[in-house]
């Protein structure tokens, strides 16, 4: 039996939590992103995801679990693919596309199989694995851009956006600056300039998750680790929440946000960017269903994302439901 309960994924008979925003006994984590990722004493993750998690808690999470002590976690690491049991249980973890990592979760039983997905993309990337879809008899996965007005153009499009800005900000003498989350999307970001002969300085955390990429054989393109002596003449990468840097006060920047919701025309404004473009590890609305014509369930379940997306499902013949609090699905009994 599973049920979500405080907004987190529980399932009773292997006494693990999924994604849990508060601090767990064992929990899976299926990627480093901070909205996923907590410190619980025992992290469910692959190599790859603990690396990040550990970097991330190293810093921001360092002293959150109370009376000012750093709180203790450990890692229970499963390589893609390597399934493992818990009682009548049998667990795998495999690719979800999101980031470098970044896995969903199969559980088979008696009673059937069930996926656990969390943010997945299925279209190209640099630097995250190529995700994979395994047929099931449930999904619960995350629907994001589960809205028709969301279709990402292809990806090749995109790219080419981004290179023709930074190109002509450099011509114009101007440092061109990207918003780009520090995990994931900066170093897809990195491997798109670098492609195009155009050198990155990106922040220090976006170098330092770089820096994991790498040792976990992510080939990536040179980059630098800002400094105040920065003087321009290069892309710069910058996580959106974090202030401007103060190299490039009174210096002639054009800026521009990568993110899926470029799509939606006031990004640009709300950010305070000169330019948007679509670039995201999530799959889109024809992604999303791409994922349910592969894995044929009967039954999906949704969450993270817009309610009105089972009803698109319902209309192709899909029983599908938004996953509520408190419902408890007899699937593990």
């Known amino acids: 039996m599973f049920s ?10 292997l006494d693990l939590w999924i994604d849990s925003s508060r601090r767990r006994n064992r929990c899976f984590v299926s990627h480093g992103h901070a909205d996923h990722a907590r410190p619980h004493a025992t992290i469910l993750a692959t190599p790859e995801s603990a690396r990040l998690c550990a970097l991330r808690f190293s810093g921001r999470f360092s002293r959150i679990a109370g009376e000012g002590d750093a709180p203790a976690w450990s890692f229970e690491e499963h390589r893609f693919n390597e399934p493992w049991t818990v009682g009548n249980h049998r667990l795998t973890l495999f690719s979800a596309g999101h980031v470098l990592g970044s896995a969903q979760l199969m559980i088979e039983g008696d009673h059937g199989s069930f996926v656990y997905t969390g943010d997945f993309k299925l279209e190209h990337s640099y630097t995250a ?4 879809v395994k047929r099931c008899d449930v999904v619960l996965m995350e629907c994001t851009y589960g809205r028709p007005r969301y279709l990402f153009p292809p990806r090749r499009e995109v790219e080419e956006q981004i290179v023709a800005f930074a190109a002509r900000a450099l011509e114009d003498d101007a440092i061109p600056l990207f918003l780009a989350y520090s995990l994931g999307k ?3 970001a990195i491997a798109i300039l670098g492609k195009a002969s155009i050198p990155p300085t990106v922040h220090p955390a976006i ?3 770089a820096d994991v990429y790498v040792e976990a054989g992510i080939s990536l393109p040179s980059y630098e680790r800002y400094d105040p002596s920065f003087a321009g003449g290069r892309a ?4 959106p929440g974090r202030p401007r840097p103060k190299a490039i006060r009174g210096k002639l920047t054009r800026s521009a946000v990568l993110t899926g919701w470029a799509l939606d025309p006031n990004t640009r404004y709300r950010l305070g960017c000169e330019a948007a473009f679509p670039l ?5 609305f024809r992604g999303l269903l791409r994922y349910i014509e592969l894995a044929q369930p009967k039954k999906v379940l949704l969450n993270h994302g817009p309610r009105e997306f089972a009803d698109h499902l319902r209309r192709y013949g899909v029983e599908a439901d ?4 408190n419902p408890q699905l007899a699937l593990f009994t």
């Open 4 to 13: 979500l309960t405080d907004r987190s994924l529980y399932v009773e008979a």
């Open 129 to 132: 694995e190529p995700a994979e």
């Open 186 to 188: 900066a170093q897809e």
């Open 207 to 209: 170098a330092a998750i």
């Open 236 to 239: 710069l990468l910058w996580p």
């Open 280 to 284: 995201s590890d999530h799959a889109d």
């Open 322 to 325: 938004y996953l509520e609090e």
